[in-house]
């Protein structure tokens, strides 16, 4: 009695401290109208942001699904965290010799991370070799060497600068009273960022397995980004600001003359992937009709292609007007 009526009444003092903070509080629904209204705003700088990010993962193993797997198993953590009122900032959670993991069976991160069970068990197996991860019956932590690989500085950053610009999007659609900086965003996410992080790994993850789903594997979705980012960029230029709909239409989906291409060099330079297995794939999603390529061997998208991936994009759209709606509120 006397515990629940301890957090009854810290309960009662923090609402009663916000409570003159509600009407700063802003909503998903409005986040995601003025997200796809400004799509042509908003687009080049997020896939972009989420293009340097998979190149990151690709960076470390050379191998996507590696870096997956290490990501899966700090979430959750970070979930247990959460779940216990837990809150622990970026330099004390990197600071620690390693991350403990929950109880967890190769079973489930096979099943979590839609990667054969065999695979699952086999870079497992090589992360343990690498010393990144240790093994002890079901206990998994892992090793303070991998945070080289994992500490997400530039991701904090990228998502910082992201925020910001989305913010000043968002009070000129008087949805936001004032822009927030890139550097106060940095000290929130740091600051909080055992909240921040798991709901950033709730937005991405669910994303990368979407596309893993349509692509078969990560690195196909990586090489076929980066022609994404390329036509985006372009497509961006000198235009007036459009809703999701009317830049795809007008800007992306131009006749084949009009559209800018990236050849398979430009791809494996940028990505990291080397220029046999980039070449390969390619042809793969030239096979599918998922690219086009033009006589100066260059690789675009067109609309009749990218149209059968407005659902995964739309249900990305909702995630990360989820997420953002979720760190300007903490903010405010």
């Known amino acids: 009695m006397f515990i629940l009526g301890f957090y009854g009444m810290l309960l009662f003092n923090i609402m009663k401290n916000r409570i ?3 009407s700063n509080q802003i909503y998903e629904d409005d986040v995601l109208k003025i997200l796809k209204n400004n799509y042509s705003s908003i687009a080049p700088l997020w896939v972009t942001h989420q293009f340097e990010w998979i190149n990151g993962m690709y960076e470390p193993y ?9 990501i899966y198993l700090i979430k959750t953590t970070l979930d247990l965290y959460s779940r216990n009122f837990m809150k622990i900032n970026f330099d004390k959670f990197y600071q620690q010799d390693s991350i403990e993991i929950a109880r967890i069976n190769i079973s489930e991160i096979s099943k979590a991370l839609n990667i054969p069970k065999e695979s699952t068990r086999r870079k497992i197996v090589e992360l343990e070799k690498a010393g990144d991860i240790k093994r002890f ?26 925020l910001s610009m989305f913010s000043s999007i968002l009070v000129e659609n008087k ?12 000290i929130t ?3 909080n960022f055992s909240y921040v992080w798991k709901i950033f790994y709730e937005l991405q993850i669910p994303m990368l397995l979407a596309w893993k789903k349509i692509f078969k594997d990560l690195e196909t979705f990586n090489i076929w980004s980066a022609c994404v980012v390329n036509q985006y960029i372009h497509a961006a230029k000198g235009q007036k600001k459009m809703d999701i709909n009317e830049f795809l239409n007008k800007a992306i989906f131009l006749d084949k003359i009009k559209r800018k291409g990236i050849n398979a060099m430009s791809i494996s330079d ?49 995630r990360l007007s989820s997420f953002s709606t979720k760190i300007y509120n903490y903010m405010y």
């Open 62 to 70: 050379k191998d996507h699904d590696k870096y997956l797997i290490i």
């Open 137 to 162: 019956k079901r206990k998994i932590t892992i090793d303070s060497s991998a945070f080289r690989f994992i500490k997400p500085e530039n991701s904090l950053k990228r998502t910082a600068r992201f």
């Open 270 to 318: 940028i990505t990291g992937i080397p220029r046999a297995t980039v070449i390969r794939k390619l042809n793969n999603l030239i096979q599918l009709k998922n690219l086009n390529i033009n006589n100066k061997k260059q690789y675009t998208l067109d609309g009749i292609h990218l149209k059968r991936f407005l659902p995964v994009q739309n249900i990305t759209m909702e």
């Open 175 to 186: 949805i936001l009273k004032k822009k927030v900086s890139s550097s106060e965003l940095e």
């Open 20 to 22: 003159l903070e509600f």
């Open 189 to 191: 996410i740091k600051e």
